[in-house]
């Protein structure tokens, strides 16, 4: 069984900037974050897979969150720029995914890590 551990949430004002980090326990090709707001859906953010080098955005956070990391580490990064309010959710490292990046269709699932952006 894989295990996912983030931190690095917190509460930050508008504007601000956090980094999240999530370390697997085993060497993972494909991690990605998601996020739910309360009262809605778990929601793609950003993913990556370290054999193409390639990275996925969803569009409301695109030129403001990047996804990086450290494979020999197993680790992710997000850092997350210019935050907004609508930014403040809890999010969630993914590693595996069994379809396309976007779906929250990911074999693994960290516990989570609250983000708080006010106003």
């Known amino acids: 069984q894989v295990q996912l551990v983030e931190s690095g949430g917190g509460l930050v004002q508008a504007g601000g900037s956090l980094r999240l980090t999530c370390t697997a326990s085993?060497?993972?090709?494909?991690m990605g974050w998601f996020r739910q707001a309360p009262g809605k859906e778990r929601e793609f953010v950003a993913a990556?897979?370290?054999?193409?080098?390639?990275?996925y955005y969803a569009d409301s956070v695109r030129g403001r969150f990047t996804i990086s990391g450290e494979n020999a580490k197993n680790t992710v990064y997000l850092q997350m720029n210019y935050l907004e309010p609508e930014d403040t959710a809890v999010y969630y490292c993914?590693?595996?995914?069994?379809?396309?990046?976007?779906?929250?269709?990911?074999?693994?699932w960290g516990q989570g890590t609250q983000v708080t952006v006010s106003s």
């Open positions: 993914a590693a595996d995914p069994t379809d396309d990046y976007y779906s929250d269709r990911y074999r693994y």
């Open positions: 085993g060497c993972r090709d494909a």
């Open positions: 990556t897979r370290w054999t193409f080098g390639t990275t």
